[in-house]
């Protein structure tokens, strides 16, 4: 991953061949980051803590399936558990709300109780035959039947039936009814409980039916993405044409109201309170018809002048449809995301859960049982754990953006589409492994830099709820909100210094700064993108959740008996957006790549001999038509290509 410039001619440039220096300092911090992240992962191991979530432990102490060292103060503790190798709640239906875990004395036992235990004589020969003790430790099994604290060391009777949980060591009720409790306690909005019986047994009834229609949001989501090509310029129209007319009959409204309600002013038919009354709303009827019609001249000042940026929007759309046909496996990345996402979530909350339990085990005096809290330097671990989960969490997001923008570059500037690479997609990844990683990990750094302070106020504005004054209130949600615009303007910068890197291999600041610049020169185009474009595929996505409630209405109605529809339908409409949400997004985001693309295409190419575009066809017939209405200038330089973008590689 060395240094190195670009050895070829600017005439022969070839925007994908160029080898560039990444950031490499910043992949080095990367790297050193992610190694102390494996390092916290390690410590929990190395200390015992990992073993100790694993196999369990109970209330004393004890690691269950291991013999245990001796807790000063704790006269249970130091016990060999060796046999007994599952944890055992007494109560195990005792739930804390507040902190989301159970609320009971936890035993080590050989064996978790297989039949329902109705008295204390069970519990007896139940420790007799099988030699799992389910009392304290401090009481003998032929006294479970007659000792004074049986009500507060034995469990709670009758014993449901159990079984242990697989690598967890845990026996869990096997009726898991009495945690109803627990989960209504998320579900507040329900407060009868044979509403939620109802409808849970009518998304259980109806699974086959949710599953179904999940895949024909799947369906649909994939269908959208090849339509969109072909009826964005007559929907684009149609949204237009609807919005002037919205506008010039709201405002004509106003003024025809205003004028109905003067005429009868004047009058001097109404009552002195009806006079009052109807001199206010002939003065606030004046101020909204003067809004509203400075709104639509200026509404439709904006749409005139840009009409012929709408073309370049749907010359663009025409375009991205044609990308996914020649590279299919891009609506797969999101998917890929989201697992890699999973899969390190899922890491991360593991680590933390062992991090609960790799501190000092002390003795809460109030209850009795053994606690482990971290002490000293070992909290800092915590907070770097969670820096690492926004970190590497933008970094697995930015390293999707980098491969469909690398994926799109290719495609955008290889004329011959025959010539494309076998794995256009492939060949991005191993692009970005190789040589763009510090610049990912640069660009996820800023954006976490943004998000901490965010994240720490909107935990601050929660923990004060009712307790800060409404100035306080108002200055915490204003600076979240000025954060959170912070957060997302670099997000799009960001995107496009991806575009750019992938385009010519520079570092993150060299790209960010000739991407901004791209972008300045073309803010009309950029308006026109975000407003247009962005409308037409929100209004994509509300077709495909509204196509998907409706196919679920016409399924469910099959299944009259169930009348709750609520949590199904809920279900399946919040699948359908998500499904939709993604693959949408990968489609605004190619997009994005291709107006990049060709705003660099334009501004260093100008058709003549030696200076050919790269652009499609589509593209191509849109510079055409704004030269001929006069538009679009020709680039008068001098003879210089890609004059910003086109540098060989720089250092960091």
């Known amino acids: ?28 911090i990367f790297m050193l980051f992610c190694i102390g992240m494996v ?55 005792n739930l804390d709300l507040i902190n989301r875990k159970i609320k009971s004395i936890a035993l080590c036992v050989s064996k978790c109780p297989a039949a329902q235990l109705k008295e204390y004589n069970d519990l007896k020969q139940f420790a007799l035959s099988n030699g799992s003790y389910l009392c304290s430790y401090d009481i003998s099994p032929t006294r479970y039947t007659s000792h004074s604290d049986r009500f507060t060391k034995c469990p709670k009777l009758p014993v449901p039936p159990s079984k242990s949980v697989p690598l967890l060591h845990r026996c869990i009720p096997a009726d898991i009814g009495c945690y109803a409790e627990f989960a209504q306690a998320f579900i507040t909005f329900v407060s009868d409980n044979t509403v939620l019986r109802r409808v849970i047994s009518g998304v259980m009834a109806s699974k086959e039916i949710i599953m179904g ?18 009826i ?45 009354v109807a001199s206010d709303n002939v003065k606030a009827l004046l101020v909204y018809a003067i809004g509203a019609t400075i709104f639509t001249v200026v509404l439709l000042l904006v749409m005139f002048f840009m009409r012929k940026r709408v073309a370049l929007t749907i010359s663009l759309f025409h375009v991205a449809g044609k990308v996914f046909i020649h ?37 809460n005096n109030s209850t ?33 953006q980098m491969t469909i923008a690398g994926a799109v570059v290719t495609y ?4 011959n589409k025959s010539q494309l690479p076998a794995t256009p997609i492939l060949s991005s990844m191993v692009r970005t492994i190789r040589y763009h990683l510090g610049t990912l990990a640069k660009g996820s750094f800023i954006i976490t830099l943004v998000k901490i302070p965010r994240i720490i106020l909107m935990y601050i504005h929660s923990q004060l709820k009712g307790k800060e004054n409404a100035c306080a209130r108002c200055m915490l949600k204003a600076c979240v909100c000025c954060l959170w615009c912070l957060e997302k303007c670099l997000s799009y910068l960001n995107q496009n210094a991806y575009t750019a890197t992938a385009i010519n291999s520079t570092s993150f600041c060299t790209s960010a700064r000739d991407a901004f610049l791209i972008l300045v020169e073309n803010a009309l185009r950029v308006a026109a993108i975000n407003t247009v474009g962005d409308f037409v595929l929100f209004l994509g996505k509300v077709l495909i959740v509204s196509c998907t409630a409706f196919a679920g209405i016409l399924a469910l109605n099959y299944q009259r008996e169930y009348t709750v529809w609520v949590l ?6 919040l699948f359908a957006f998500l499904v939709a949400h993604c693959f949408l997004s990968v489609f605004e985001n190619v997009v994005d790549v291709l107006f990049l693309c060709f705003a660099v295409d334009t501004k260093y190419n100008d058709g003549s001999s030696g200076r050919e575009y790269y652009m499609d066809k589509a593209l191509m017939e849109f510079v055409e038509n704004s030269k001929k209405e006069g538009l679009y200038k020709p680039n008068d330089g001098d003879g210089r290509e890609m004059k910003s973008l086109a540098r060989g590689g720089t250092s960091a």
């Not at 070839?14 to 560039?20: A, G, H, I, V």
């Not at 229609?213 to 072909?230: D, E, F, H, N, T």
């Not at 390190?344 to 501190?359: D, R």
Request: hydrophobic share 45%; net charge neutral; with cysteine.
């Open 1 to 28: 991953m060395g240094c190195c410039n670009s050895t070829e001619s600017k005439r022969d440039w070839k925007p994908l061949e160029q080898r560039s220096c990444t950031d490499i300092p910043w992949l080095i």
């Open 232 to 276: 964005s310029k007559v929907l684009v129209w149609i949204l237009t044409i609807l919005v002037v007319i919205g506008s010039i009959g709201g405002t004509g409204v106003l003024w025809w109201l205003y004028a109905d309600y003067k005429r009868a002013l004047d009058n001097n038919t109404l009552s002195v309170f009806g006079k009052e």
């Open 412 to 415: 955008y500037f290889t004329r």
């Open 39 to 93: 390092c916290i992962c390690a410590f929990p191991i190395a200390t015992g803590a990992a073993s100790r979530l694993i196999s369990g432990y109970d209330s004393y102490g004890n690691t269950c399936g291991k013999n245990n060292t001796k807790i000063e103060g704790v006269p249970l503790s130091g016990r060999d558990m060796t046999e007994n190798k599952y944890v055992f709640f007494l109560d195990p239906c």
């Open 213 to 230: 229609l999940c895949l024909l949001a799947l369906v649909l989501s994939l269908i959208m993405m090849v339509v969109i090509r072909y």
């Open 327 to 363: 590279l299919p496996l891009l609506a797969l990345q999101p998917f890929w995301t989201f697992l890699c996402l999973m899969l390190f979530w899922v890491y991360w909350i593991a680590v933390l859960l062992s991090l609960g339990t790799s501190g000092t085990p002390v003795k």
């Open 368 to 400: 009795g049982v053994v606690e482990y809290q971290m002490q000293g330097p070992m909290q800092y671990m915590v907070w770097y754990h969670a820096v690492g989960l926004i970190w590497i969490s933008e970094f697995i997001l930015a390293f999707q």
């Open 568 to 573: 199904p339908l809920l279900i399946v409409c």
